[in-house]
């Protein structure tokens, strides 16, 4: 036991969960907190804005498979988190915010820059705590790192009224976490996984699901074991993408409202689905009732709320992804004739050449051909990041992704200005590696305030701009089940983004061929600054194939 | 209330502190689950509450609502509650008007009928406290409507296991 104030006692916890750096602003209600930072060995990185504050965690969480860290004050400053937390929340990633809180006695008071952000983010958080002793503060945390890294990942909120942060008191770091709410299963139950077993080896036409954890989970490789011994095709949900290699011959890459033509057509054929690590979120499943008929489903998830929740399984598997991948290769491996499934690969290699068709027929600056050839001179290891909207489906399209933590996108929330911060996170986490955004103007402009932080804190990464001059997936979904009426999606002027990189100390260029481009983003990896390159394209452009909403997945529209 | 849909009775135990209750209802809020009841309290260990929660709905419904409730942290444990082996009790307080000496009578007698007791008199009404399962009390207060029925007050039901069937912490 030693004493110290609440506010030394977080950082010192912080010490012990091995946080390097944190994301936040600081305010009033926070001060006693950054007062202690002012001397601590955490690296703290000032944003611009809390929501970017929050993305960058979550990016940084996504790129290492770590908790990130933000930090906020109250009222206004908690509340500007509540956007990133959300997005954290819907995508299961773990990252840990701090809000600071008007003193203990003016809690309910309507105080200057109170709010109740407990109540506000319970519903956005896997748990929030407030603090209300000092003395409470190193288990609070302990719990709270726990809570956000296992089982099925998500946000934690710490509210810390700032008296509480001043307030000294015997603490011990030595302390046990008990929650007897929360007991964690990650084994299969050892028949589902044999009933499971007995289906797969049955298949004729087995497909794999992936989702976002397996790569939480880092289940990749034994999801490849399992997709190679049964010579079954790996379709992947946005959040998933990167789980297995995108130029892997059994990859049909993303599945879903705009999934490739072959994830779509094939998942749609087949006979046993072994699904894991994904919720059937509706983008990915069309509609639910037309959505893989033929098959019988295995369901693996660590989250049991989420079986049966929007997709009844016939074998459903509670488990961490890893577990129990590992433990279906090892029945598998012992019984199973390994089947030629020679017509079905090569009706996968049909559809998968057909995608390539749409990325061919396209000339000049066409996202999907700009992406590919863009793909092509980024190093396998290269981190890509998406905004929200057109630009990030033609990501996901048309950007082949080949190892896992290197895909990164808001899929669940659909955060417009996810992307730019996301990687100012990716790139403070992964300093080695190559970090590229892929954005469109609406979204860029929504959160583009942090080039400042990315140039002030040296976090270099490359900005593409697919300029439309609208909110083009808007425009798309006007233009395609509104006749076209374009109500207010129109941006009129988006701000000169040469000069606005240069603005903040950051560099821009605005490129008009394929060629352009790659030079653009040769030189900006080699930057120690941001680049932004600005690529203007036509606002007729559509993300083909589409799945109209609640439609079937194989009925897809090609242009 | 279609025909699939039938009355399910949830027992939760919770973390006895601030905000576990606004988690819980909170929950049923945001997935569109409709509580019919819900009472609160002190559990046998008094760091932990009993939430006894009714909701109407099919059998997806209620495994989904208990799996959701499972997922919050402060949640400790769930059981639903197979009414066959469960003993269920309401209590309501009802006050009732007595405009003569005769209606006071009758409404006493009924009240003894009922296992009930008066808890308040004054010169024109009674205040009547009754306990049992929800149909029984459903009907003393049909039985009263005809005095004049003032206020109810009902604590929705509260319910456990029969026998060694128990739902509580190892």
């Known amino acids: 036991m030693v004493k110290m104030t609440g506010a030394k006692a977080l950082i010192e916890s912080l010490k012990r969960e091995k946080v390097e750096v944190i994301f936040g602003i600081p305010g009033g209600a926070i001060l006693p907190v950054y007062d202690e930072l002012y001397e601590a060995s955490i690296r703290h990185i000032l944003m611009r804005h809390e929501q970017c504050a929050a993305h960058a965690a979550d990016g940084y969480a996504r790129a290492s498979g770590r908790v990130g860290v933000c930090m906020a004050t109250s009222g206004p400053g908690a509340t500007n988190l509540v956007t990133g937390i959300a997005n954290a929340y819907m995508d299961s990633s773990p990252i840990v915010a701090f809000t600071g809180q008007v003193p203990k006695a003016f809690i309910g008071k309507d105080a200057f820059q109170e709010t109740d952000i407990i109540g506000i983010t319970t519903p956005i958080t896997k748990c929030n705590f407030q603090i209300t002793a000092a003395s409470q503060i190193p288990k609070i945390v302990k719990t709270a790192f726990h809570i956000a890294s296992t089982g099925r990942c998500g946000p934690v909120l710490i509210d810390i009224p700032r008296d509480t942060q001043t307030e000294e008191a015997e603490m011990n770091f030595d302390v046990r976490i008990d929650l007897r709410g929360y007991r964690l299963n990650h084994d299969p139950h050892p028949l589902q996984v044999k009933k499971a077993v007995d289906l797969l080896m049955n298949a004729e036409k087995p497909v794999i699901l992936a989702g976002g954890g397996v790569i939480a989970s880092n289940a990749c490789s034994e999801l490849l074991s399992v997709a190679e011994l049964l010579l079954a095709p790996v379709a992947t949900t946005l959040l998933g993408k990167g789980s297995i290699p995108e130029n892997h011959p059994l990859s049909l890459g993303m599945v879903g409202m705009h999934g490739t033509i072959a994830a779509n057509k094939i998942i749609q054929e087949a006979d046993v689905l072994l699904a894991v690590g994904t919720r059937f979120a509706d983008r990915t499943t069309g509609s639910v009732k037309k959505f893989c008929v033929d098959a019988k489903i295995i369901h693996i998830d660590i989250d049991t709320s989420e079986i049966g929740k929007n997709i009844r399984p016939h074998i459903p598997i509670v488990a961490d992804a890893k577990k129990a991948l590992k433990s279906i290769y090892a029945n598998l491996v012992q019984i199973l004739q390994r089947k030629e499934r020679t017509e079905w690969m090569r009706k996968i290699k049909e559809f998968k050449d057909q995608q390539e068709g749409i990325v061919n027929s396209k000339e000049g600056l066409s996202p999907p051909r700009l992406l590919s050839e863009l793909r092509k001179i980024l190093p396998e290891n290269a981190i890509i990041t998406t905004e929200v909207g057109q630009n990030q489906m033609w990501a996901a399209l048309y950007m082949k992704v080949y190892k896992p933590r290197t895909f990164i996108s808001s899929g669940g929330l659909g955060t417009m200005g996810f992307g730019f911060p996301a990687a100012l996170g990716a790139k403070t986490a992964c300093p080695d590696q190559p970090v590229i955004d892929i954005a469109g103007d609406g979204s860029f402009i929504m959160t583009e305030q942090d080039l400042a932080s990315s140039v002030v804190w040296g976090i270099p990464v490359t900005v593409i701009v697919l300029n439309n001059s609208v909110l083009g997936m808007v425009a798309q979904w006007q233009r395609l089940f509104y006749n076209r009426r374009y109500s207010a999606v129109n941006l009129g002027k988006v701000p000169d983004f040469v000069k606005l990189a240069e603005a903040y100390g950051a560099q821009g260029v605005k490129v008009g061929s394929v060629e352009e481009l790659k030079e653009a983003v040769m030189k900006s990896l080699k930057s120690e600054v941001t680049t932004v390159i600005d690529v203007p394209i036509s606002s007729e452009e559509n993300v083909f194939p589409m799945v109209p909403p609640g439609g079937e997945l194989d009925k897809f529209m090609v242009g | 209330m279609s025909q699939d849909e039938k009355l399910h009775i949830i027992s939760a135990i919770v973390e006895h502190k601030p905000g576990v209750l606004h988690s819980v209802s909170n929950m049923f809020r945001r997935r569109g689950f409709n509580i019919e009841s819900i009472s609160v309290g002190v559990a046998e260990q008094e760091d932990l509450a009993r939430m006894t929660i009714t909701i109407k709905g099919d059998e997806r419904t209620v495994e989904q609502v208990v799996k959701q409730l499972k997922k919050i942290i ?49 010169h024109e009404s009674l205040i009547i406290e009754v306990t049992g399962d929800s149909d029984k009390i459903n009907a003393f207060i049909e039985l009263m409507k005809p005095f004049g029925v003032k206020e109810i007050a009902r604590t929705g039901i509260t319910a456990l296991p029969r026998g060694m069937r128990s739902i509580k912490m190892e």
């Open chain 2, 74 to 122: 402060d949640v400790v444990k769930v059981s639903i509650l197979n009414p066959a082996h469960t003993v269920t009790r309401e209590l309501a307080l009802i006050k009732v008007s007595t405009p003569d000496a005769q209606a006071r009578s009758d409404i006493i007698n009924y009240t003894e009928i009922f296992k009930g007791h008066v808890v308040d008199v004054a």
